[in-house]
């Protein structure tokens, strides 16, 4: 007890001298403070933003309710009669593939890929210029037709209407690629994006028809 009644009046004058020049020694201590305080409400509040944004927005980031994917094998024919009786069935497939420009004779990495009819169930496919699906990736005097990204045109020098082969399959570039509904669910891509028609495949000889 005697020692703590000695110490005691130590302490006071230590927190008394400390206080003398009030908050100005916490400056530091309450910028951290609100500093941290700031940043976890910011990063709360984003996260919110976000999640909040992929729940209304997921069906046209997916571009349909729900995505199945198959890496290297087609489904089974039981499994395909299946899905279809959930409910309207888009396929698609994707690979990385060259592209070659006959007419500089350039060539380059895309990242293709081949769509149906249906696609996109939710969200809008939009080229420059805007085609309907026949006209843009449809089969027109003997050649298949093809939407790229427009930093591809720049890399193979070539224009609306020159060709892009693809495989052994020439294809004819009749659009620019403005907005993919679901390109964001693919992550990182290598090279530019190339869309074709899912019909085209067999002739390209990466496929065989009865894989599609």
């Known amino acids: 007890m005697i020692g703590r009644s000695q110490t005691m009046p130590l302490v006071l004058r230590f927190a008394l001298r400390e206080m003398r020049e009030g908050l100005r020694g916490f400056r530091i201590f309450l910028a951290c403070l609100i500093l941290g305080i700031t940043a976890i409400a910011g990063v709360g509040s984003l996260s919110a933003a976000l999640l909040a944004g992929m729940a209304d927005h997921s069906r046209v980031l997916l571009?349909?309710?729900?995505?199945?994917?198959?890496?290297?094998?087609?489904?089974?024919?039981?499994?395909?009669?299946?899905?279809?009786?959930?409910?309207?069935?888009?396929?698609?497939?994707?690979?990385?593939?060259?592209?070659?420009?006959?007419?500089?004779?350039?060539?380059?990495?895309?990242?293709l890929r081949a769509v149906d009819d249906i696609y996109p169930h939710y969200g809008r496919f939009e080229t420059r210029p805007a085609l309907d699906r026949a006209d843009l990736l449809g089969k027109q005097d003997g050649r298949w037709g093809i939407a790229i990204d427009e930093t591809l045109a720049d890399r193979l020098k070539i224009a609306l209407g020159d060709t892009i082969r693809l495989g052994q399959v020439d294809f004819t570039l009749r659009a620019f690629i403005e907005n993919e509904p679901d390109r964001a669910n693919f992550g990182f891509q290598l090279g530019p994006a190339v869309i074709i028609n899912l019909a085209s495949i067999p002739e390209t000889a990466w496929y065989s028809r009865a894989a599609l």
């Open 63 to 111: 571009a349909g309710d729900a995505e199945i994917r198959i890496l290297h094998h087609t489904l089974s024919p039981e499994d395909r009669q299946w899905m279809e009786q959930q409910g309207q069935v888009s396929r698609s497939l994707t690979m990385r593939t060259n592209a070659f420009a006959e007419k500089t004779g350039e060539r380059t990495l895309v990242e």
